[in-house]
């Protein structure tokens, strides 16, 4: 079974602190995408990478950051926290081809007090 | 604007039942389009990929079908079951994106008893 795997379901930070969210794919799956999810907007792009230290912005990168030091991992940084970033989190990951389909993690939901 | 629209945005139906979600898109050049199934708390889930030349594609009791000229997409679902009840996201994959997905906002759908 493919597998794309965030490390935490549910999150708590302050804001101001920096936040880490992890993602790991076991498919060797060339691209990676974070997305954010709020009601009413559905799923926007933060930030994609389609190979290893490579990345590109999304619609709505500002306050964040990314990193992709191997292929398998893509982690979200949110430099410093705020109560606007308060929202849920999704990764995928995806083939280089046109005609298949993004597999999802199972979601962060991150809320900044 | 978001280019990916879809309605109802939510719907209640009587298990057994079936409903039809759609779908109307503006974006191009279109390469393909994906139907998802998000359950609560969770990350989305494939349903069906169609790419432009493809007009209809079903999966166990659903069934999607596309008209590229109309740009219109739906998501026929046949004798809803209780575990239907999810949101249901329209995607398109735009050609010369590397890899962008844009996302509809969702159809809420609940099936009661």
């Known amino acids: 079974d493919v597998k794309v795997t965030q490390s935490s379901r549910y999150l708590v930070k302050r804001t101001g602190e920096k936040v880490f969210l992890e993602c790991v794919q076991d498919m060797d799956h060339e691209n990676m995408f974070w997305y954010r999810q709020d009601p009413g907007l559905g799923l926007r792009l933060i930030y994609f990478?389609?190979?290893?230290?490579?990345?590109e912005k999304g619609d709505i990168p500002e306050g964040y950051s990314v990193s992709r030091e191997k292929k398998e991992r893509f982690s979200l940084i949110l430099e410093s926290a705020s109560t606007n970033q308060t929202s849920m989190y999704l990764c995928?990951?995806?083939?280089?081809?046109?005609?298949?389909?993004?597999?999802f993690g199972q979601g962060t939901r991150l809320t900044v007090v | 604007k978001n280019q990916v629209e879809q309605s109802p945005q939510s719907l209640i139906i009587l298990e057994g039942k079936n409903c039809t979600l759609q779908c109307n898109y503006t974006v191009s050049p279109f390469s393909n389009l994906r139907w998802y199934k998000q359950d609560t708390g969770r990350g989305p889930v494939s349903l069906t990929i169609m790419t432009f030349s493809e007009n209809t594609k079903s999966n166990g009791r659903y069934t999607a079908t596309l008209d590229a000229d109309t740009k219109q997409s739906s998501l026929h679902i046949t004798a809803s079951q209780l575990s239907d009840s999810a949101s249901y996201i329209c995607?398109?994959?735009?050609?010369?994106?590397?890899?962008?997905?844009?996302f509809g906002t969702g159809t809420r759908l609940q099936v009661t008893l």
């Open positions: 995607v398109v994959y735009l050609t010369g994106t590397a890899s962008k997905l844009t």
């Open positions: 990478s389609y190979d290893v230290k490579m990345k």
């Open positions: 995928a990951s995806s083939w280089d081809r046109a005609d298949t389909e993004a597999f």
